[in-house]
């Protein structure tokens, strides 16, 4: 083994693959949890069952995202990622009525592999082995002590929680053989070890024990689930010490959460502003649709502007250089940050260089933050369909389903009849296909009506390029299935206060907040958690810390399901 390579030694040790398994499977591109095949008095003990009526979904792999793991990389390491090595990693991506931490989205390519191991070079590279090791296990040596205390530090850090039996023999086999190499220093072996772990599975994926506990079972989170599923929502990134420690308590303790002691470290966290507002940024990004927008049409220097005008705008509303207002108020607002160009867009003067506060009280049509340019020029799309669908989906978080098989002939044919209709006209011509086109359109249409006299780019303008009238008047529809109205409007003023005043728009922001924190769209089985979460969100204030504690405390943030029995 002396003269054999670094690299196949790293390869040989099987460090970058499963712990427990020889292969492994895949949902959407995510690993599965592996079955630990360590002896049960390795794996914790399982916790307890969630609190009756507390919703329990099964665990899936969730990747880190880009942004989380230069996060994690920098948190846990000090070491920060070259942009130009982080770009080897295939964008993430986003759904555009979801979030970039979604799990089912993501897919595994060769290219991500091939990044990964770009980056782990890099970092390791890097890092200071001696200082890194020192500060970790108080060791920098090759011996067989420095070697077991090295791995348990380190793999507790990146992995999230203690390291079983077999992860910790194989990465101290690694050390060991990477030791006897001829010639081999310190400062090689470890990086050695550090890249291999910077490429597992354990690293790379938030991995919960979906077979710890009885099969098809709900069970709590361990503390180290939990503290994991906390660190990533609200910091983007790995438990800190800190953390760890109330993980590890909460296991020593036999898995019961301290309500108390769970709220003290959320509370903790929060305080830490620079690593919280990762999490704001991220989410408004998604929330916008301008993380991902192309802003088609604008030149790189519009588009970059919208794209920083829309995120300052909402992250002002979130408490970013302003007392923090509740969210409700995103409705009526009639401030909004622009920078130069953004503001010409909507005809006011330049108020100076980078975003800015403007009043737009003065224009009627600009009432609330989704008449920001930004926020509407990131939907790309002028058609009632694009916009209403963004509208219903971000606004009221109605699930709105796939067409159905066998229309895509009549969707080609009311793509070709309605192209030189206005989008009121090509909305009644849809209505009038009948079944079973007329129901779902009518659910999601609507509410986009008010926006017929904003053009691509969210500029206002009363005619189309036909010299046409276009029109602002409209309802706010019922759910899918139901004809009802919710309430008539006759501009953009009118909608707002309709979205203001209701409850459904409320209750969204709790959705989009947990589907953000959990990386999975809510469902019928989560609507108790989301009525309780939505409470504690109202009674705090409705801001958007309030939203961000009540989605951290929520019961069912601790619970998971476990895996049901092979079939």
Not at 45 to 61: C, I, N, R
Request: hydrophobic share 40%; aromatic share 8%; net charge negative.
């Amino acid at each position: 083994m002396r003269n054999t390579p670094f690299f196949l030694l790293i390869a040989l040790a099987g460090c970058s693959g499963d712990p427990g398994s020889d292969t492994e499977t895949t949902v959407e591109g995510a690993p599965s949890v592996p079955s630990p095949t360590t002896p049960a008095t390795d794996m914790p003990p399982p916790p307890p069952p969630p609190a009756p009526g507390v919703t329990a979904h099964e665990s899936l792999a969730a990747r880190l995202t880009k942004a989380q793991l230069r996060h994690t990389v920098l948190d846990v390491l000090g070491v920060t990622v070259d942009d130009a090595i982080l770009s080897q990693i295939p964008n993430d991506i986003v759904k555009e009525d979801g979030f970039v931490t979604a799990t089912a989205a993501q897919p595994l390519a060769a290219n991500h592999l091939l990044g990964y191991g770009a980056v782990a070079k890099s970092v390791a590279a890097q890092v200071d082995p001696t200082a890194s090791a020192t500060a970790l296990a108080q060791c920098a040596d090759t011996s067989a002590a420095c070697a077991t205390n090295l791995v348990a530090r380190l793999g507790l850090k990146l992995f999230r929680r203690p390291l079983l039996a077999e992860e910790s023999m194989r990465f101290q086999t690694l050390f060991t053989t990477l030791s006897a190499v001829e010639g081999a220093t310190f400062d090689q072996v470890y990086r050695g070890l550090l890249t291999a772990m910077l490429q597992s599975p354990q690293f790379l994926y938030k991995l919960e024990f979906e077979t710890l506990g009885t099969a098809g079972a709900a069970r709590t989170t361990t503390g180290f689930e939990l503290a994991s599923r906390l660190s990533y929502f609200l910091w983007q990134s790995a438990p800190d010490d800190t953390l760890l420690a109330f993980a590890a308590e909460v296991d020593a303790g036999g898995g019961s959460v301290d309500a108390a002691k769970l709220q003290a470290q959320v509370e903790r966290m929060m305080l830490d502003t620079t690593r919280l507002n990762r999490a704001r940024d991220t989410f408004w990004g998604d929330y916008t649709h301008a993380s991902a927008a192309s802003f088609q049409g604008a030149t790189p220097e519009l588009a970059a502007e919208l794209r920083q005008s829309v995120l300052a705008t909402f992250n002002r509303l979130a408490g970013e250089g302003a007392p923090e207002a509740p969210l409700q108020g995103m409705f009526t607002a009639t401030k909004m940050l622009l920078t130069p160009k953004v503001a010409e867009l909507i005809g006011l003067p330049s108020a100076g260089e980078g975003p800015q506060e403007y009043d737009t009280g003065a224009l009627p049509q600009r009432v609330g933050l989704l008449t920001h340019p930004g926020f509407l020029a990131a939907i790309g799309s002028t058609s009632f369909v694009g916009r209403g669908l963004v509208f219903t989906q971000r606004v009221l978080c109605r699930e709105i389903p796939d067409p159905p098989d066998g229309i895509q002939l009549m969707i080609a044919d009311t793509q070709t009849n309605t192209r030189s209709l206005t989008p009121k006209q090509a909305s009644e011509y849809r209505f009038g296909l009948g079944a079973p086109c007329d129901v779902c359109h009518k659910a999601f249409e609507p509410i986009a009506y008010a926006f017929e006299q904003f053009d691509v780019m969210g500029v206002h303008t009363e005619k189309d390029a036909m010299a046409r009238d276009l029109f602002t008047a409209g309802y706010l529809q019922g759910d899918i299935g139901s004809m009802d109205s919710l309430g008539e409007y006759k501009g953009v003023s009118d909608l707002m206060n309709l979205l203001f005043a209701s409850e459904e728009t409320s209750k969204c922001f709790v959705g989009n907040m947990l589907e953000f924190a959990s990386g999975r769209n809510p469902d019928r089985d989560d609507s108790e958690a989301i009525v309780t979460a939505h409470a504690a969100f109202k009674q705090g204030g409705g801001a958007f810390s309030h939203l961000v504690r009540s989605i951290a405390s929520a019961p069912t943030m601790q619970a998971l399901k476990v895996a049901p029995p092979a079939q």
